[in-house]
């Protein structure tokens, strides 16, 4: 495997990892589907680095192998997809749910900080719009099950640094 490879997984994994475990109910699932997809990075890697965005080559990557795996082991972090777009989902998803900060979630999603704070911005204001019920319910299972998954240390505590 091609060092720069290894060193961009070294960086990212935590974060994928994290994201994984937040979208996909069965943490066994979570883990293999980013193994998957990581495996597919790595077939493409040199096209990867060749564009401007590693990152965001990475994120899609990801993001496609989970989506499919969503569909069959789905969590209710993973139901906010039905509700908004894809890249607003999983800002909220990486920054709210597992707490990586402003400047970690754009990294991860291979973009900057600020499209980061707008996408949470947006979602902020959808969640508050009158007729976004079914959003608010989502939102409020979501995290209702992180506040038992906390307590019962299945995982840490997001920390909600916005």
Do not use: K
Not at 46 to 64: F, K
Not at 97 to 122: F, I, K, Q
């Amino acid at each position: 495997m091609p060092v720069d490879f290894l060193a961009f997984c070294q960086l990212h994994h935590d974060a994928y990892q994290r994201y994984a475990h937040q979208v996909i109910a069965d943490r066994i699932t979570a883990t293999h589907v980013l193994q998957h997809a990581l495996g597919d990075l790595v077939l493409t890697w040199h096209e990867a680095l060749a564009g401007p965005r590693t990152a965001a080559v990475a994120w899609s990557t990801l993001t496609r192998r989970i989506r499919r795996a969503t569909a069959t082991a789905g969590s209710p972090a993973g139901a906010l997809y039905r509700f908004v777009p894809a890249g607003e989902a999983d800002a909220v998803v990486l920054h709210r749910l597992a707490g990586l900060t402003l400047a970690e979630t754009a990294d991860t999603l291979g973009t900057e900080a600020a499209s980061v704070a707008g996408l949470l911005d947006l979602f902020d204001r959808r969640l508050s719009a009158t007729p976004a019920t079914a959003l608010r319910a989502c939102w409020r299972t979501v995290v209702h099950e992180l506040a038992s998954a906390t307590a019962g240390d299945r995982m840490p505590a997001p920390a909600n640094r916005y």
